[in-house]
């Protein structure tokens, strides 16, 4: 749901994200924090393969030769975000644990300099960067699956119940409001997004309709 | 929510679209009939005044002169989508209405050509369209209110409801699956969407608490 470095600050120390693999992986990771402060100055529309090699340190033929173009480097920053061990918060309930995650993605959407904001702008420009887009966010809501597995677990919620689409509905307000609509930022969004979601969960909004062979 | 034309097919006539005016009004259809016609058919990067000057047969100066840039042809677009007599679904039930509305929206999110899309993604290049389908959403959301007041007035809701927080969460996961998420569109999801706000409104997610007056 959120791209390699947008969780709450502080939670991860940076080293962690460098990961073994010699002068291909430092380059790599180079170049993409290139891209991401690139991307955070000067948005899209200012962002060039040859900004990225100078930023970076690294021979421009490198950078065409690996990634080919802007889209290229983008679709490798939002690849190189599921490669991390995010998971979901986990603090005892369905609610709070959907507000936790909703905090994470307002946090994100709202940060400065607006780097998940650039990057879902580029996927509308880029159509390789709006499928690594749709690559992290399927993992993202993949991993978040278990907020709901714990729910079930804890009795909060029935066995069959869709946990992409109580994800979903819990998550979406945020979305919309900060990246169609705009709006401005309001702290209260993530909470209330995710009540709303437990309200309706609770309500049976996402149970499935048992299988043909539980009739 | 919709832009002009992307209500349910045939409910509207479209010489209903054409405003008494004169020639200029006239000239402001054929091209903004062309913008509409150029960005179904190539997308934004394929959008040009020179193509829509060309295709709504007006001269290129014209065109510059009135609407600028390609921006500027988007912006009024969507300015003329508000300039309509459109109102929102009214079958009798909160969760009905919503799933009405909500077919509507999904509709024009899943038309051919994409339009609502393209406009959508066009917001994500130009300031000047991106202000203009924020005014749009804003008409279309306040008109969409008075499904809000009809459920309080039927006793559906308490009075003290938040209409607008109500209506975006009826209506986001739609715009999340279908123009972030890119999603398969799910026929299901109009309905579904509007049942769990529909039931999270039930459960008092959206009342507004009692104000100092009442206290």
Same mark, same amino acid.
């Given at each position: 749901?959120?791209?390699?470095? #947008?969780?709450?600050?502080?939670?991860?120390?940076?080293?962690?994200? %460098?990961?073994?693999?010699? =002068?291909?992986?430092?380059? =790599?990771?180079?170049?993409? $924090?290139?891209?991401?402060?690139?991307?955070?100055?000067?948005?899209?529309?200012?962002?060039?393969?040859?900004?990225?090699? &100078?930023?970076?340190?690294?021979?421009?033929?490198?950078?065409? =030769?690996? /990634?080919?173009?802007?889209?290229?480097?983008?679709? $490798?920053?939002?690849?190189?975000?599921?490669? $991390?061990? /995010?998971?979901?918060?986990?603090?005892?309930?369905?609610?709070?644990?959907?507000?936790?995650?909703? +905090?994470?993605?307002?946090?994100?959407?709202?940060?400065?300099?607006?780097?998940?904001?650039?990057?879902?702008?580029?996927?509308?420009?880029?159509?390789?960067?709006?499928?690594?887009? +749709? %690559?992290? /966010?399927? $993992?993202?809501?993949?991993?978040?699956?278990?907020?709901?597995?714990?729910?079930?677990?804890?009795?909060?919620?029935?066995?069959?119940?869709?946990?992409? +689409?109580?994800?979903?509905?819990?998550?979406?307000?945020?979305?919309? +409001?900060?990246?169609?609509?705009?709006?401005?930022?309001?702290?209260?969004?993530?909470?209330?997004?995710?009540?709303?979601? &437990?309200?309706?969960?609770?309500?049976?909004?996402?149970?499935?309709?048992? #299988?043909?062979?539980?009739?």
């Amino acid at each position: 749901m959120t791209p390699a470095d #947008s969780g709450p600050e502080g939670t991860r120390p940076p080293p962690t994200r %460098r990961r073994p693999g010699g =002068r291909t992986a430092r380059i =790599r990771q180079q170049v993409l $924090d290139a891209v991401v402060a690139e991307l955070g100055e000067h948005g899209y529309d200012g962002l060039t393969t040859d900004a990225v090699a &100078a930023r970076a340190g690294v021979h421009r033929a490198t950078v065409y =030769r690996r /990634w080919g173009d802007v889209g290229g480097l983008l679709a $490798d920053v939002l690849d190189a975000a599921s490669d $991390d061990d /995010w998971q979901p918060p986990d603090t005892g309930s369905l609610e709070s644990d959907l507000a936790a995650l909703n +905090q994470e993605i307002y946090a994100a959407l709202t940060a400065q300099p607006p780097i998940m904001a650039a990057l879902i702008a580029a996927s509308f420009r880029s159509e390789k960067a709006a499928q690594a887009q +749709q %690559r992290l /966010w399927e $993992d993202r809501y993949a991993r978040c699956e278990i907020i709901v597995s714990r729910a079930v677990r804890h009795g909060e919620l029935p066995p069959r119940t869709d946990a992409r +689409q109580l994800l979903i509905a819990a998550t979406a307000p945020l979305y919309h +409001q900060l990246v169609l609509l705009r709006a401005t930022p309001d702290p209260q969004l993530p909470g209330h997004a995710a009540r709303t979601a &437990a309200l309706a969960a609770a309500a049976g909004s996402f149970a499935e309709p048992p #299988s043909a062979r539980d009739a």
